[in-house]
């Protein structure tokens, strides 16, 4: 079974740095897309960034400069270097993969159970 995991969440304060980490697992040939999405508390989850196997990214415009995605396809892995954050950063942080088993295989997305990211004033 998929899955992914994540790490690095934790309180911070204004202006400083936090790098989360997140390990794919399973039953996965490849992968074709990871990323990140946020969860403030009484709003809607949303995108962060994410990373195709090609190296192209995307980032939503509130992170654009302070963020930095990156994947380590050996390790089946995707970082999130946070910089310069904001207490409008604060959220649970999920990981997302798109993966499939084999190449006759669909691609589908399987998550993480999120990490908490606070940023004090």
């Known amino acids: 079974q998929e899955q992914v995991v994540e790490s690095g969440g934790g309180l911070v304060q204004a202006g400083g740095s936090l790098r989360l980490s997140c390990v794919a697992s399973?039953?996965?040939?490849?992968?074709?897309?990871m990323g990140w999405y946020r969860q403030a508390p009484g709003k809607q989850r949303e995108l962060v960034a994410h990373?195709?196997?090609?190296?192209?990214?995307t980032y939503d415009d509130a992170v654009k400069g302070r963020f930095t995605i990156s994947r380590d396809d050996t390790k089946r892995t995707v970082y999130l270097q946070m910089n310069s954050l904001k207490p409008e950063d604060t959220g649970v942080y999920y990981c997302?993969?798109?993966?499939?088993?084999?190449?006759?295989?669909?691609?589908?997305?399987?998550w993480g159970q999120g990490t908490q990211v606070t940023v004090s004033t």
């Open positions: 399973g039953n996965v040939l490849s992968i074709n897309l």
């Open positions: 990373i195709q196997n090609s190296g192209v990214t």
């Open positions: 997302f993969a798109n993966g499939r088993a084999s190449l006759i295989s669909a691609y589908r997305s399987f």
